[in-house]
């Protein structure tokens, strides 16, 4: 029996990650597409040192009582750790990280890809040319919204909020509004931001994107009082948490045209079940949550997670600690 360390990856990753693990550790990747069952995960995690998680396994203290006094360090695979129980692990001893900032311009990238899809019907436009309803040009098809020169409101002005405005104001110069738990000067001076309170932001934005953690707080903080705030006219983006948005309240504004559209990465559940009514609408675009999924990103998340388990096992300081 091998002497190192046992580590258990609950998803396959990038080789550069595994490889950087393989090196120091036993470790067992779970090698299916959809996530370890409940049970699988808890015999999976018996005696392990380390674990690299996903968004997707709950790490509680079920987990943590299972895996034993042994366990060293968790290392999601994302940013986000609200699937992680911190307290937990603290009150244990296991360090918990998470893989910040390599992934932040490509999940601005999908925002502002979904603000645009949105925007521009490109569901809609693209399912003519495929399913034949494409007979002509048509000066009434496929009406869409401009951007230039309107309001973005940002909801959460981190890392990934921040380069979403960037791109909102650089390209098509836009206003920018954002709401934020503290002023953030350098936004102010740079983008000509300016922090409001979520009324006045959903009121006077042309374009809402969530950029938030998943908290007690933000739980369906965009729910059916918060649509009927926002412009007829406006487009709603998240590539937050799917739990940020009530999706029964957001299926009815967009059926009921109270907003214009809606672009989707993240969503609840995941994946979304192909019966669901969201699905069914023209003006709502949804994607597989990929706000990282570029080589770069994917393969820094990877080293990076590596980097968190061995620093852990070596009860080293982790270069990537959650906040």
């Known amino acids: 029996m091998s002497d190192k360390p046992r580590v258990f990856v609950s998803r396959v990753i990038p080789d550069v990650g595994l490889d950087r693990l393989r090196e120091h550790c036993d470790v067992e990747v779970w090698p299916k597409p959809t996530p370890p069952r409940r049970d699988t995960l808890l015999d999976k995690v018996r005696g392990c040192h380390g674990l690299v998680t996903m968004l997707s396994d709950k ?6 009582n299972t895996a034993g006094d042994g366990l060293k360090v968790v290392a999601n695979y994302a940013v986000g750790y609200n699937n992680i129980d911190v307290a937990a692990c603290r009150e244990r ?11 932040t311009d490509a999940t601005a990238d999908v925002a502002a890809l979904l603000m645009l899809a949105a925007a521009r019907c490109v569901t809609p436009a693209a399912a003519s040319v495929r399913d034949g309803g494409w007979k002509t040009w048509a000066p009434m098809d496929h009406l869409g919204v401009e951007l ?5 409101g940002v909801i959460g002005l981190g890392r990934i909020g921040r380069a979403f405005a960037e791109r909102c104001r650089g390209g098509w110069g836009m206003n920018v509004l954002y709401t934020a738990n503290s002023p953030k000067p350098d936004a102010d001076r740079d983008l000509g931001a300016r ?12 374009f809402v994107s969530l950029h938030c953690p998943l908290t ?16 007829p006219t406006a487009v709603l983006v998240n590539t937050a948490r799917g739990e940020v948005i009530d999706q029964e309240a957001l299926h009815a504004a967009l059926k009921e045209n109270v907003i214009f559209a809606a672009g989707l990465d993240v969503t609840t559940p995941e994946p979304l079940p192909t019966d669901s009514p969201l699905l069914g609408l023209s003006n709502c675009v949804v994607l597989p949550h990929i706000g990282s999924a570029t080589r770069h990103a994917r393969g820094g ?13 070596a009860g080293h300081p982790l270069p990537h600690p959650v906040g």
């Open 59 to 64: 790490i509680d203290e079920s987990v943590l």
């Open 93 to 103: 001893g296991v360090a918990v990280g998470n893989t910040p900032d390599v992934l």
């Open 148 to 152: 230039v020169g309107k309001t973005v």
């Open 195 to 206: 922090r409001v309170e979520l009324d006045e932001l959903l009121a006077e934005s042309d």
């Open 216 to 231: 007690e707080a933000t739980a369906h903080l965009i729910d059916a009082p918060a649509l009927a705030r926002m412009k």
């Open 301 to 313: 998340m990877a080293i990076m997670a590596a980097d968190n388990v061995l620093a852990g096992l």
